[in-house]
Every structure is written in structure tokens, then in C-alpha cells.
């Protein structure tokens, strides 16, 4: 339990560091942003394959590549879900995107319940028993979070929200995580035939995630070719650093 506090407490406190990094630098240039957004998507890439697809497929035993396709699915479906939700979310609860504190609020709210399966991810990582694994789980949403918390500052002070109420809110979607993480843990630990699937269902909302908002974010403004490298940059990194973990604990 120690770690899965440790793991929570990093996440939180990458987005902290976000959160500040966001308040000194409210005026980031676009390309600067684009390519740690692609560094951050090759580190959660890298991640999502070898920490949590990867053992999954170990885990699953026979049919270990039908249960991880199966979960790799299952994830990216459950987040396309919440996508599709949260503009019926959004009218029930009274946000009006028409404004322009409405729609940065809506953009911060679709970051928080991304944040609830990343969240997952670390926590179900704990499953497989690996220090390296989780590691490189833990250690790749840390970094993700940085520009991500850096990110919703600047929209949130420039629509007129006040630097008091942005910081809690940039907190209360990262926090998210912190809820995902024990989730996950006691999902895996209670339920421990559901590992192989919960390994794959964290990874695939993890690729989903890249592919679908990360990816699209760093090729719509000039600098796809730099964000490319950036990402391959960060997968690489990855792998390094995945190493030295073994290393260290072997």
C-alpha cells in the first residue's frame, strides 16, 4: 500500500508542478507545446505497450493476444463512450460552451475524466508484480501530466477565471488520477483473474487517448514532422529508462 501511495503522490505532484509551470509560462510558443506534447505521447506509447499490453498478454496464458485485443478494445470503446457523454453531462448540468469560461470548462472537464483511466493504468500495474512496470506506468503519466496541467492554466486565466479558482480546478482534474490508481489496485487485488483484461482495458485507453487527442493536437499547427521526432524522442527515452530500472532492481 506504501507504494500505491508513493505512485498516487507522484502523479499528484506532476501535476502541481504543471500547474505552476503553467502559471510562469502562460505565453508557451505552439511549437514548443507541440513537441512535448509528442515527447509525452511517445512516453505514454512506450508504456502502454511493454507495461501494460505486453504482461497482459503474459498473464492472459492461452489466450492471452485474444483477452488483450479484447481489453485494448474495451478501452478505447469505454472512452469513445464518455466522449459521445459529455455533451449530454454538459446540458444537465447547466455548462454553457457558448461562453468562453463554458467551453474552457468543458475542455477541463474532458481532461479530468481522461484522467480517471490513466489513473487506472498505474494502479493496475501494481498487478503484475514488476517494479519496472510500474515504473514505467507511473513514471510515463507523471511526465504526460506536466504540459497537460501546464496546458489548461493559460485558457482558464485568459477566459477571466481567477488564478485562485484555476489552481483548484487543475487539482480536482488531476486528483482524478489519484482516485483511478487505487481503483485499479484494489480491482487487481481483490479480483486477480480480471488482470490480464484490466492490464489491456489501461493500455488501450491509454493508446486511445494518443491517437486520438494527442496525436491530432501536435499535427494541426505546422509542427507535425519536429512533434514525430519529439514522440519517437520520448519512446525511445522510454525504453531507456526502462532499462535502468531492471538494472537496478536485478
Not at 466522449?83 to 475542455?107: A, C, H, T, W, Y
Request: net charge negative.
Amino acid at each position: 500500500m506504501l507504494w500505491v501511495l508513493l505512485a498516487a503522490g507522484v502523479i499528484a505532484l506532476a501535476t502541481v508542478i504543471g500547474t505552476c509551470i503553467g502559471y510562469l509560462f502562460k505565453d508557451i510558443s505552439q511549437k514548443a507545446n507541440d513537441c512535448v506534447i509528442g515527447f509525452s505521447a511517445g512516453v505514454m506509447l512506450c508504456a502502454a505497450i511493454f507495461g501494460l499490453v505486453e504482461p497482459s498478454i503474459e498473464y492472459g496464458g492461452r489466450w492471452g493476444e485474444l483477452i488483450a485485443i479484447s481489453g485494448i478494445f474495451a478501452g478505447a470503446l469505454f472512452l469513445g463512450f464518455i466522449d459521445k457523454l459529455m455533451p449530454q453531462l454538459n446540458e444537465k448540468i447547466g455548462v454553457n460552451s457558448s461562453n468562453g469560461q463554458g467551453r474552457v470548462l468543458l475542455f477541463v472537464a474532458a481532461i479530468a475524466i481522461h484522467h480517471l483511466p490513466e489513473g487506472i493504468a498505474v494502479g493496475v500495474s501494481f498487478g503484475t508484480g514488476s517494479v519496472s512496470d510500474i515504473f514505467m506506468v507511473c513514471g510515463s503519466i507523471a511526465i504526460q501530466n506536466l504540459p497537460e496541467a501546464a496546458v489548461i492554466i493559460a485558457p482558464m486565466l485568459k477566459s477571466g477565471i481567477s488564478r485562485k479558482r484555476a489552481m483548484v480546478i487543475a487539482l480536482i482534474s488531476g486528483g482524478m488520477e489519484i482516485l483511478g490508481t487505487f481503483f485499479g489496485f484494489f480491482a487487481v487485488s481483490v479480483a486477480t483473474f480480471i488482470m490480464p483484461f484490466a492490464l489491456a482495458f489501461a493500455g488501450g485507453s491509454m493508446i486511445y487517448i494518443i491517437i486520438d487527442e494527442m496525436v491530432p493536437e501536435t499535427h494541426g499547427h505546422g509542427f507535425g514532422k519536429i512533434a514525430s521526432y519529439s514522440a519517437l524522442t520520448g519512446f525511445c527515452s522510454m525504453l531507456v529508462f526502462d532499462g535502468l530500472i531492471e538494472k537496478f532492481v536485478s
